[in-house]
């Protein structure tokens, strides 16, 4: 079992009056709520990933996004991480809403096995989990086409025989439906049910109970 360390760190560069503090603390919020993503814990990815975002007098996070990642399943860890924390942030009377926060969130494992994983081994999983993004697309366009009926039945072959090449077998999609279970258990519905439909549109019915309970 890999061990996960993420280190959070907060900057704001737009004032020096009072700034927006989250309640309990960043560090203990990232720690207690990280889903280290399945693939990136896989092939030993680490980094570091900007978001920014800005907040409301309410403590609502909005207008948040990745402005500079590594284009891969980190990015949308470390934005959902942020937009999780929505409303739990206490904000001066006086603050300026307008102000740009920018959050690093870093993604470090300590582990023997990615001890032994160089940069360009990272780099290569990197490249190929953004060349497989159009093939996972390819992939969740058949099966919601088949859902409602809209597909090329002598397609499906060649559609599940690149599911195995991309390594989506039923591991893989056990792993997401945890990670899904993990995210209901923070209260983050939205990327829970985006997990069980991942699966859905894989072609299996593994999370078709957690959609039916959770997702209409």
């Keep these: ?37 399945v693939y990136s814990l896989q092939n030993c990815i680490q980094g570091k990933i900007n978001i920014s975002f800005k907040v409301n007098l309410s403590g609502e996070v909005y207008t948040s996004k990745v402005s500079s990642g ?21 904000v001066p009377d006086n603050y300026d809403t307008t102000y740009v926060l920018i959050a690093p969130v870093n993604f470090i494992l300590s582990d023997g096995d990615c001890a032994t994983v160089n940069p360009q081994q990272r ?3 990197i490249a190929a989990y953004k060349a497989n993004e159009g093939l996972t697309e390819v992939i969740t366009n058949f099966y919601r086409n088949k859902a409602i ?64 309970k959770y997702c209409k």
């Design 1 to 37: 079992m890999k061990k996960i360390l993420v280190l959070f760190l907060f900057f704001i560069g737009l004032s020096v009056k009072a700034q927006p503090v989250l309640q309990g603390g960043l560090d203990a919020f990232i720690r207690t709520n990280i889903i280290y993503p």
């Design 149 to 212: 009926g809209n597909y090329n039945e002598a397609e499906e072959g060649r559609i599940t025989a690149l599911k195995k090449e991309l390594g989506y077998d039923d591991s893989y999609l056990e792993k997401r439906i945890e990670e899904g279970k993990k995210r209901l258990k923070q209260k983050d519905k939205q990327g829970a049910c985006e997990d069980f439909l991942f699966v859905k549109y894989m072609g299996s019915s593994l999370a078709d109970e957690l959609l039916e």
């Design 123 to 125: 780099n290569k999983a």
């Design 70 to 90: 590594l284009g891969i399943d980190l990015d949308q860890e470390a934005l959902r991480l942020i937009r999780l924390s929505s409303g739990k942030w206490q």
